[in-house]
């Protein structure tokens, strides 16, 4: 596997892994299933994990630190702090203040069974805290060594700068895939002109970029995607088009739709990393391999054509969850 590096010196592997998935959001979990995924990423040279403190809460960290324990090879861990959940609920608040920043950060090294967090991300940015208050945060957590690089979620352009002006950034970690291109406007050209990573988060359209969900009816029950307004029964009588599209490239290319899309992340920077996720071996492998597929610059251009002609109806989250991005 390949490696990247994110801001100035945090090389991880070009494709990462997002464990989000193996506590909840997108059904039923399988730890022994989760753990196997696990140490065959690592086999595979993947040694780049992504979770936060709400995932499951608490339940992502302390699958991880399961698998840690285990482990002798180095793994970075990237995680977050700010969205605010108690266990069981989904009722959520934002907390980016330096002061819950500490009280998160302990709380996540505790639950993984580690020294120091390689990356750590501002999951939301709570607009009623200045930036520089929450950096300033941070920058002691640096300082102590308990967190060695800082990362921000779906941040502005505005913020991202003015984070950076209190200390570097390594990485933002934003939705991008071929149907969700808005970090194209100002966040990549930001991150390429100040040196900061960009990490992708559901980076195979929570899944359906892959063909997998043709309809609403194929989330299971309690899955989160199926009351987002992208996968509403009107919007993907719509948008099923665009997997549609994605598939006949992909079938042209030898490789599968998964493979395409994190292909194509890899194509548009070599600051970028992204971080599918799965629960299941045969998945991992499968996006690992897309490590090593290249597209010319004449089929990337093909393959963002193909889409562009395609409308993608709905919003990525509810109007709720819409409130915490582009802070
Ligand atoms: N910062 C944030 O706000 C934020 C938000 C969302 C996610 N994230 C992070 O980003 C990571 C990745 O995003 P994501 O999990 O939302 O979306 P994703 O990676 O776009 O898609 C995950 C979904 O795709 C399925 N899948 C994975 N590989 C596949 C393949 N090769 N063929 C068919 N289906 C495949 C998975 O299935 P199975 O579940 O069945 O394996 C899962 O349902 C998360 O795990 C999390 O760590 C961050």
Not at 84 to 99: A, F, I, M, T
Not at 221 to 230: K, T, V
Request: hydrophobic content about 35%; some cysteine; glycine content about 8%.
């Amino acid at each position: 596997m390949q490696t990247r590096t994110l801001g100035s010196n945090l090389t991880v592997s070009a494709i990462g892994l997002g464990c989000m998935g193996m506590s909840e959001f997108y059904g039923p979990r399988d730890d022994s299933e989760s753990l196997r995924v696990l140490a065959r990423a690592v086999e595979l040279g993947i040694d780049f994990f992504d979770t936060a403190d709400m995932y499951g809460p608490h339940h992502n960290e302390e699958l991880i630190s399961c698998f840690l324990s285990s482990q002798k090879t180095k793994v970075r861990i990237a995680t977050k702090f700010g969205i605010v959940r108690n266990p069981g609920e989904y009722q959520r608040s934002l907390d980016s203040s330096g002061h819950y920043a500490r009280l998160a950060c302990e709380g996540s090294l505790r639950r993984l069974g580690i020294e120091q967090i390689d990356l750590y991300y501002v999951h939301r940015v709570n607009p009623e805290t200045p930036i520089e208050e929450t950096m300033e945060g941070l920058v002691q957590l640096v300082k102590e060594g308990k967190i060695a690089h800082i990362g921000l979620c779906e941040v502005s352009d505005e913020t991202l700068r003015r984070a950076h002006a209190v200390h570097p950034v390594t990485a933002v970690q934003t939705e991008y895939s071929l149907w969700t291109r808005d970090v194209e406007r100002t966040i990549l050209p930001t991150c390429k002109e100040l040196g900061i990573g960009f990490v992708p988060y559901s980076p195979l359209g929570r899944g359906f970029l892959t063909g997998r969900f043709q309809e609403n009816a194929d989330f299971g029950e309690g899955d989160f995607r199926s009351n987002l307004p992208r996968f509403s029964e009107q919007a993907m009588d719509t948008n099923r088009r665009i997997a549609e599209v994605i598939g006949d490239i992909a079938a042209l290319k030898s490789c599968t739709p998964a493979q395409l899309s994190l292909a194509w992340l890899l194509s548009k920077g070599d600051n970028i990393v992204p971080i599918p996720g799965t629960k299941r071996l045969r998945y991992l492998e499968e996006n690992a391999a897309a490590a090593s597929i290249k597209l010319t610059t004449d089929e990337q251009q093909k393959l963002e054509a193909a889409i562009a002609r395609l409308p993608v109806i709905g919003e990525r989250y509810t109007p709720e969850g819409m409130k915490g991005v582009n802070a």
